[in-house]
T-cell receptor, first 114, second 114 residues
Framework: AQSVTQLGSHVSVSEGALVLLRCNYS??????LFWYVQYPNQGLQLLLK??????LVKGINGFEAEFKKSETSFHLTKPSAHMSDAAEYFC????????????FGAGTRLFVKA | EPEVTQTPSHQVTQMGQEVILRCVPI?????FYWYRQILGQKVEFLVS????????KSEIFDDQFSVERPDGSNFTLKIRSTKLEDSAMYFC????????????FGQGTRLTVV
């Protein structure tokens, strides 16, 4: 069965520091992988997606993620955190199962300290 | 930019009442989904809908839930007899014609059952 594991329910960084949010997936077929961001009391916004093209994917707001098949990972990074990055981040895998069901990880809440 | 719209943004209902959550997917999309997020928890898949029928549903999607595409633009989720534990954010999503596109999410409807 396909699944997504996010390591760390909470991550705290200082403003200007590197952001690293970890995600590992389990899939029997090549997956489509996504990172979504959710600000308090808001919906889900797509940050970036991997769909079997380039393994390094660049997204919005300076985020990027690298697909590593050998490690079954899709970690999200940003070189320099900004206060506005504080939010909940969800890694997700999407599968062609007759539809396009998206399975979400448990989420990682990012705190940014001044 | 096309977007998925959901109404209402917040709905309060009494336990045992029927509630209908409404969504207008992106106009040329063919795949439609509902997801649920209980407060503080991850986003969970409920159901996918394609070609006017359910293509997949989760164990959460029991007999009290139903979906419908009553016309060419709306996609609804009905909860027949609401329970306290149905209180959650409900997200509608739609996906494009080709299966390697991501699902686009609406802003959600917060359902509070009292």
């Amino acid at each position: 069965a396909q699944s997504v594991t996010q390591l760390g329910s909470h991550v705290s960084v200082s403003e200007g520091a590197l952001v690293l949010l970890r995600c590992n997936y389990s899939s029997s077929v090549p997956p489509y992988l996504f990172w979504y961001v959710q600000y308090p009391n808001q919906g889900l916004q797509l940050l970036l997606k991997y769909t079997s093209a380039a393994t390094l994917v660049k997204g919005i707001n300076g985020f990027e993620a690298e697909f590593k098949k050998s490690e079954t990972s899709f970690h999200l990074t940003k070189p320099s955190a900004h206060m506005s990055d504080a939010a909940e981040y969800f890694c997700a895998v999407s599968l062609n199962t007759g539809g396009f069901k998206t399975i979400f990880g448990a989420g990682t809440r990012l705190f940014v300290k001044a | 930019e096309p977007e998925v719209t959901q109404t209402p943004s917040h709905q309060v209902t009494q336990m045992g009442q029927e509630v209908i959550l409404r969504c207008v997917p992106i106009s040329n999309h063919l795949y439609f989904y509902w997801y649920r997020q209980i407060l503080g928890q991850k986003v969970e898949f409920l159901v996918s809908f394609y070609n006017n029928e359910i293509s997949e549903k989760s164990e959460i999607f029991d007999d009290q839930f139903s979906v419908e595409r009553p016309d060419g633009s709306n996609f609804t989720l009905k909860i027949r007899s609401t329970k306290l534990e149905d209180s959650a954010m409900y997200f509608c999503a739609s996906g494009g014609q080709f299966l390697n596109t991501e699902a686009f999410f609406g802003q959600g409807t917060r359902l509070t059952v009292v």
